[in-house]
């Protein structure tokens, strides 16, 4: 949504991460809350910490964000979109070093 906020919209870089963020946390908020109510299967533990990571690093990012032009940051967010997208693609092609760790469960398949 970033990259459509800035140049389809117009919106300035900083406005459009910080609504980006705005989004996610609405979003992640209603499927935690779903989950718990629906499928009882959300850690609360795991949940706790990655509150905790992502408000750490929300501060870090702010902090960074001041100091870098909208160029900036717009070319540091296009390089990480990149490094994970080949990731992706990697793992797709590369053939896994163990094939049977990729079964998915102890037995029980079909």
Known sequence: MVPAMI????MPTIV???TDLVQIVLTTANVTLQ???RNHTVDMVLALLVLAGSTVGAQIGARVGRRLRGE?????????????AFKFVYDLVATPSNL???GGGAGGGH
């Open 100 to 102: 049977i760790s990729i």
């Open 72 to 84: 900036q940051i717009r070319v540091l967010l296009a390089l990480i979109v990149l490094t994970f």
């Open 7 to 10: 140049d389809i919209i117009g």
């Open 35 to 37: 989950q718990a109510i």
């Open 16 to 18: 459009a991460v910080g």
